[in-house]
């Protein structure tokens, strides 16, 4: 990259980090000592606000970098992440957030402790939600790290180690000043600007072909190298029945894992209603799916003008792959259009990152806070203000987020963010959607369901070609490889609902009635929601 090119991202950079430090910080003199007020921004926001910032909160660097570097290599096969994002927000619109805003106040462990024994289910959710989290956070990372590493002309280990290190920093910054209230505004304020660039490259694009889609599908699998199998199933997932395996694990942890993900959970907390928060997911709807039916619109462009050999030379994963596009689109490395154009959308992309690990680390702290130093502190010691634990959390999971992202560096993001879905969908929406929907659901099914769900996920990955056994794995020299799926959805997100099953079945405890009743009442009508 040139000097211009380097100069002019680094200053659109420089603004949207002066930008949201300035919101922080006007953010930060308003009170912020009340829990409400620091997990739930006062539930002031509107449904139009909610959804741009849920929005803003999904749209994150997997999407907007790694689908779109995965379509360029591999077509067809590639849109799986475009559609499994997409239709996943059904399963949260009709089963899962009018009811939990009802049923909790700032995480996901409320509603499941509304009708179980707190400490133990209150542990297992929160292990279970940080353990989610740093999972989605080291994908963030990642993506920071070979954004800035293409942006300063090369993929030096130390450019992009210092990036993952900044990102982290300012992340801490953002959650611990400004609580909800400035991670909505810097959300907002990302999905508008991440929206904006999205068009402009996409109408770009479709005027490089007048118009004509079928042009640009044929001329990206001419560069492919494959043909039409480029357009056609199998390219990534087809090879054998393991491969296939792959694919339906991938499409279950990516259309189940959002109604688990924390940061997404603790987003129907910041409406004065379970009607608002409805509304605030048809919003998100509406944005979401916009936003990813321009990713397969970018992917494909990326392969017919860039050509995925070139994409695949700038990064192995294909992470860079819209920074290129928008190189090419401005009319080449060297060129005034060029330049601003690059630096734009890399600016864009960078603001995404922020402001996604902004939302992860609070929902993150505030299950630290909340859940675990709640339930675990000895009665008899000196109480702190969850407030402040939250702030010390987030500093602690920032400094994991940084290790894990400097480790994996290598990885795509969108496959990273396949894992923590999976995870979400194996540990938490199982204990979720019994302890909505199951009657006779026990405290002992509530704990053996997350740990069920979640210590299978983790186990698998580790044991998966994703860690070893493999010339792209996490230790390619070592070989302890075991589980020969790189997703480990399709094994345990069935874990985690038989785990719950098995454990209310051979509990012991009497379900309490009056309690369920009292949380389905609540749930369904929202009186006594807070």
């Not at 799986?80 to 106040?105: D, K, P």
Request: net charge neutral; aromatic share 8%; proline share 4%.
């Amino acid at each position: 990259m040139t000097t211009d090119h380097q100069t002019t991202a680094l200053l659109l950079f420089s603004a949207f980090v002066a930008v949201t430090l300035g919101i922080t910080t006007w953010v930060s003199r308003h009170r912020q000592g009340s829990a409400e007020e620091f997990y739930a921004g006062g539930r002031l926001f509107s449904p139009l606000e909610n959804g741009f910032a849920i929005a803003g909160d999904y749209m994150s660097a997997a999407s907007f970098l790694g689908i779109s570097g995965l379509i360029a290599l591999v077509g067809y096969d590639g849109m799986l992440y475009s559609v499994g994002f997409l239709v996943a927000w059904l399963v949260v619109l009709f089963l899962v957030a009018e009811l939990v805003r009802n049923c909790g106040r700032f995480t996901l462990a409320d509603v499941v402790a509304a009708r179980m024994r707190e400490r133990p289910v209150r542990i297992a959710a929160g292990t279970s939600s940080v353990t989610v989290s740093v999972l989605y956070l080291v994908a963030q990372m990642v993506g920071a790290g070979s954004l800035v590493a293409l942006l300063l002309g090369g993929t030096g280990e130390a450019v992009q180690a210092w990036t993952v290190v900044g990102v982290g920093a300012l992340m801490v910054i953002y959650v611990s000043l400004g609580g909800m209230r400035a991670t909505t505004w810097i959300q907002i304020v990302k999905a508008v600007l991440l929206l904006g660039g999205t068009i402009t490259l996409t109408v770009l694009v479709l005027l490089r072909f007048h118009g004509d889609i079928n042009r640009m599908l044929h001329t990206a699998a001419e560069r492919s190298g494959h043909g039409d199998a480029f357009l056609a199933p199998g390219l990534a997932y087809g090879g054998d029945w393991t491969a296939r395996f792959d694919f339906i694990s991938l499409g279950l942890a990516l259309v189940l894992g959002t109604a688990g993900l924390p940061h997404i959970l603790s987003r129907f907390y910041t409406v004065p209603t379970a009607r608002a928060a409805r509304r605030s997911v048809v919003w998100a709807i509406g944005l979401i799916g916009g936003f990813y039916l321009m990713t397969i619109v970018l992917g494909f462009g990326a392969a017919a003008l860039i050509g995925p050999d070139a994409v695949r030379a700038s990064h192995a994963s294909g992470n860079t792959a819209v920074p290129l596009l928008a190189l090419d689109l401005g009319g080449g490395a060297g060129t005034t259009g060029g330049t601003v154009l690059f630096a734009v959308v890399a600016a864009v992309a960078f603001a995404t990152i922020l402001a996604v690990v902004a939302g992860i680390t609070l929902a993150s702290s505030a299950s630290v806070a909340h859940d675990l130093y709640a339930s675990l502190r000895r009665p008899g010691g000196r109480p702190r203000s969850e407030v402040a634990v939250a702030r010390v959390a987030a500093v602690g999971i920032g400094v994991v987020a940084i290790a894990l992202g400097l480790l994996a560096r290598d990885l795509n993001v969108a496959f990273l963010v396949g894992l923590a879905f999976a995870a979400a969908a194996s540990a938490n929406l199982p204990v979720l959607l019994y302890s909505l929907f199951w009657r006779g659901f026990t405290t002992r099914g509530a704990v053996w369901s997350v740990y069920g769900g979640l210590i299978p996920a983790v186990v698998l990955v580790l044991l998966s070609p994703v860690v070893s056994g493999g010339p792209d794995s996490l230790f390619p020299e070592a070989d302890f490889q075991l589980f020969p799926l790189q997703n480990p959805g399709l094994v345990s997100i069935p874990l985690g609902f038989l785990a719950g099953w098995l454990g209310t079945v051979t509990s012991p405890e009497v379900p309490d009635e009056a309690r369920h009743a009292e949380t389905e009442v609540r749930s369904l009508t929202g009186a006594g929601a807070a």
